[in-house]
Nanobody, 126 residues
Framework: QVQLVESGGGLVQAGDSLRLSCRGAGRTCDINNYAMGWFRQGPGKERELVAALNWRGDTTYYVGSVKGRFTISRDNAKTMLYLQMNSLKPEDTATYYC?????????????????WGQGTQVTVSS
């Protein structure tokens, strides 16, 4: 069984930065050998994939609206996933979820993700 726990959300002003963390619990191989991603769901919006990376962390994907501002990374030695968010905008306001994919290669298909955290709230004021 894999458990994912996010942290690092909060209330910030536009232009500020936040770093989200996701701690994986379970068998190390069940986390480190799989691609991971960060999703978000804003008020009245569908859940969307924000960023993803493969099991090694050397191949990444970003949705267009966050390219150049967000950076996804992982530390497999600590079974941790991170999302560094810079130059935050009010439209980044959402609940952010980390998720584990069923595969090692990067995927931007939400149906490929099988384990999810409970989410951490990010609110960006203008």
């Amino acid at each position: 069984q894999v458990q994912l726990v996010e942290s690092g959300g909060g209330l910030v002003q536009a232009g500020d930065s936040l770093r989200l963390s996701c701690r994986g619990a379970g068998r190390t191989c069940d986390i480190n050998n799989y691609a991971m991603g960060w999703f978000r769901q804003g008020p009245g919006k569908e859940r969307e994939l924000v960023a993803a990376l493969n099991w090694r962390g050397d191949t990444t994907y970003y949705v267009g609206s966050v390219k150049g501002r967000f950076t996804i990374s992982r530390d497999n030695a600590k079974t941790m996933l991170y999302l560094q968010m810079n130059s935050l905008k009010p439209e980044d306001t959402a609940t952010y979820y980390c998720a584990r994919a069923r595969r090692t290669r990067l995927t931007n298909d939400p149906d490929d993700y099988d384990y999810w955290g409970q989410g951490t709230q990010v609110t960006v004021s203008s």
